[in-house]
Structures are given as structure tokens and as C-alpha cells.
Nanobody, 116 residues
């Protein structure tokens, strides 16, 4: 079992920055990658960024050049650095532990609101 706890969300003005954190604990051997998803009101959950155990990194086209996913193995934490935020980035952001056979692990989510 893996536990994921997100933090770092909040209210930010357009053009601002936030860094989300995802503290990971439990059976790390059961996951082979990490991802950040988001879900805006009335929309489906979408992949924002991810990396696998082979270190390949993927970004949604809408966040390329603005968001960066990273990890600190010593702290068992995954980050999502979000720069040049736009109102359309407003959503609940979820941390996800990727399992090879499905049944991914999910955090509880953290709200990000971009508004003036």
C-alpha cells in the first residue's frame, strides 16, 4: 500500500507561481512512476505531468514550458512547480502513484485557484 499526501495549493494571481508537493509513504516497490493530474469543475480528470522508473517525463501540451515535475528521493516527495499560471489552470490537483497492472494510488487532492 502507498499513501500520498498533497500540499501547496492555494489562491494565486495570473502569472504567479505555486509549487505542489506530494509526500509518498508505504510500499514503493509497487509503483513504477508518479504523475500529477487535475480536474476542473465540470471537466474530466486530465494528466498534467508524469515520469516513470525509466525517468521519461511527459507533460500535457497546455503546461509545457510552464510546469515542471521533479522528485526528491531522500524526502520521498514529488513536486510540481507551476509558473506563469493562468485562470484555466484552476483545478483540483491530484498526485498519483502509477502501478504497472493498474489500480493506481491517489492522493486526496489540493485546490489551485488562479484568479485576480
Amino acid at each position: 500500500q502507498v499513501q500520498l499526501v498533497e500540499s501547496g495549493g492555494g489562491l494565486v494571481q495570473p502569472g504567479g507561481s505555486l509549487r505542489l508537493s506530494c509526500a509518498v509513504s508505504g510500499s514503493f516497490f509497487s509503483i513504477n512512476g508518479m504523475a500529477w493530474y487535475r480536474q476542473a469543475p465540470g471537466k474530466e480528470r486530465e494528466l498534467v505531468a508524469s515520469f516513470t522508473s525509466g525517468s521519461s517525463t511527459t507533460y500535457a501540451d497546455s503546461v509545457k514550458g510552464r510546469f515542471t515535475i521533479s522528485r526528491d528521493n531522500a524526502k520521498s516527495t514529488v513536486y510540481l512547480q507551476m509558473n506563469s499560471l493562468k485562470p484555466e489552470d484552476t483545478a483540483v490537483y491530484y498526485c498519483c502513484g502509477l502501478r504497472p497492472g493498474g489500480g493506481d494510488y491517489w492522493g486526496q487532492g489540493t485546490q489551485v485557484t488562479v484568479s485576480s
